[in-house]
């Protein structure tokens, strides 16, 4: 890469702008490790002999019902390449119990288990998930990305909206739970806790390499906090309200008011009139 032309314009667009590089290939050694352990075919036995004294295990607070029960994330295509790196925060995949929502899991799951089998490419993953997430109750017609309209309300002005294929979104805990509870702590560190496990050994270290410039969370991640602000990254972290149905019903002025600070970080990180680096 360093050789080529493309490689050569990225580098010193990385080198005027100060962008950390992103090491994608360690993202995805990752996600393949997880989704083989995780995979639904095994996932019982997996939490049963590495975490069986784990009181999400014990209480069999994750949700085995709807697969995937686990679901590392999403990188959008070009958010290595982005200007304003904004990595949205979320606590755990919604259950999916609805019919609508376990028709799309069933292909989610097929394309998961196709990328732990070697069978897809990282970019082809991701390429599916940005299509797959769009579909997302909890962002259509909310006006937070440039795909997917605004008529219920717009959370961000048109020009600040970055496109879906310039963000990336992680779970702090990436396993479904049954009527999304919130994961038990557990006891101990990451060989006997599945959540501390999961952060440190997995969220932690991939928010690390992202690198990103913003990073958008919610009231839910408030336990998280300090140990987000320790980020070797430095990201700029923005406290949103969830953009839920029921917030925009319930809580309409409050949640517009919170999305203000999120507009004013994207609007001081980018150039005038530009959403990404440009390689042409």
Excluded at 186 to 206: A, C, D, I, Q
Aim: with cysteine.
């Amino acid at each position: 890469m360093p050789d080529t032309l493309f490689g050569k314009k990225l580098s010193a667009i990385r080198g005027h702008l100060r962008i950390p590089r992103v090491n994608t290939a360690e993202i995805e050694g990752r996600w393949r490790e997880y989704l083989c352990a995780f995979a639904d075919s095994r996932i019982e036995s997996e939490l049963q002999s590495r975490w069986g004294a784990d009181p999400n295990v014990v209480q069999g607070r994750i949700q085995l019902a709807y697969p995937p029960a686990f679901q590392p994330g999403y990188i959008g295509t070009h958010y290595v390449s982005s200007q304003s790196r904004i990595l949205f925060i979320g606590y755990n995949p919604g259950e999916g119990k609805q019919k609508s929502s376990q028709d799309e899991d069933k292909e989610l799951t097929k394309q998961l288990n196709a990328f732990a089998e070697g069978q897809l490419t990282f970019a082809q993953l991701n390429l599916f998930l940005g299509s797959h997430l769009l579909k997302w109750a909890i962002y259509s017609e909310k006006g937070i990305f440039s795909e997917t309209g605004n008529t219920r309300i717009a959370l961000l002005p048109a020009d600040l909206r970055p496109s879906v294929q310039s963000v990336a979104l992680l779970n702090l805990f990436p396993f479904k739970t049954v009527s999304n509870k919130k994961p038990l702590a557990g006891y101990g560190g990451n060989s006997t806790s599945l959540k501390v496990h999961m952060w440190e050994l997995f969220v932690r270290p991939t928010i690390e390499t992202l690198a990103p410039s913003i990073i958008v969370r919610y009231p839910e991640s408030d336990p998280y906090l300090q140990e987000l602000e320790e980020l070797k990254s430095k990201p700029r972290i923005v406290r949103v309200w969830h953009p839920s149905d029921y917030n925009l019903s319930a809580q309409r002025q409050k949640l517009e008011k919170s999305w203000l600070l999120l507009a004013a970080e994207i609007s001081l990180s980018q150039s005038p009139g530009q959403n990404a680096v440009k390689l042409t």
